[in-house]
């Protein structure tokens, strides 16, 4: 038989129905159309990122301004943002291990 989930009380007094995990997940499949998303976002992102360096170091006096927040968020003092370089390749090289 299937194993029973929790239930938990959450402070507000709702009940939280924590369902058991699946023993095996299944493998995830990306589409061609979410790739090239990605890739977009990403090679967005890196004009972005040149823009930035260039007006950091006063090649243009126009283009991307970084936000930097005045007071920021202490729930966020631990935040580590994601390295999609090295998650592509983790991607690709389990794709590679797969075949």
Do not use: M
Not at 9 to 25: E, H, I, M, T
Not at 26 to 42: M, S
């Amino acid at each position: 038989s299937p194993a029973q989930g929790g239930v938990f009380n959450r402070v507000n007094g709702k009940r939280l129905q924590v369902l058991p995990q699946q023993v095996s997940a299944p493998e995830e499949c990306y589409t061609l159309a979410h790739e090239e998303n990605v890739r977009f976002v990403y090679e967005a992102w890196q004009q972005v990122e040149q823009q930035l360096d260039g007006s950091r170091s006063g090649e243009s006096a126009s283009g991307p301004v970084q936000y930097v927040e005045k007071t920021p968020n202490p729930g966020l003092n631990n935040f580590v943002p994601i390295d999609l370089e090295e998650w592509w390749a983790q991607q690709f090289l389990a794709k590679i291990e797969t075949s």
